[in-house]
Nanobody
Framework: QVQLVESGGRLVQAGDSLRLSCAAS????????MGWFRQASGKEREFVAR????????AYGDSVKGRFTISRDNAKNTLYLQMNSLKPEDTAVYYC??????????????????WGRGTQVTVSS
């Protein structure tokens, strides 16, 4: 089992950068692909980025491609999301999640078994 705690969310201005962290507890963190999702008020949860267990393969949602970077440090049991050129439409609660151990990598939230409680990112115009 994996417990996840996000941090780093805050109020920023458009064009700013922000780095989110996700601290994982449990010995199986390094065996899971990991993902970031976000949910804006009144909207469905949206895929942001994912990374494979070793950090060699990544994928991004179209709305963040070229601006956000996902990374991980398995020695520190930590997942990161570097967000650059932030826009007001990036405002949301951001969640990290651990992908199920079997099957192909997925961008669907249904394929992630463990979730953090989220951290709020607000981008003002």
């Amino acid at each position: 089992q994996v417990q996840l705690v996000e941090s780093g969310g805050r109020l920023v201005q458009a064009g700013d950068s922000l780095r989110l962290s996700c601290a994982a507890s449990g010995r199986t963190f390094s065996t899971h692909a990991m993902g970031w999702f976000r949910q804006a008020s009144g909207k469905e949860r949206e895929f942001v980025a994912r990374i494979n267990w070793i950090g060699s393969t990544t994928a991004y949602g179209d709305s963040v491609k070229g601006r956000f970077t996902i990374s991980r440090d398995n020695a520190k049991n930590t997942l990161y999301l570097q967000m650059n050129s932030l826009k007001p439409e990036d405002t949301a609660v951001y969640y990290c999640a651990a992908h199920r151990l079997r099957g192909s990598p997925s961008s669907s939230p249904h394929d992630y078994d463990y979730w953090g409680r989220g951290t709020q990112v607000t981008v003002s115009s």
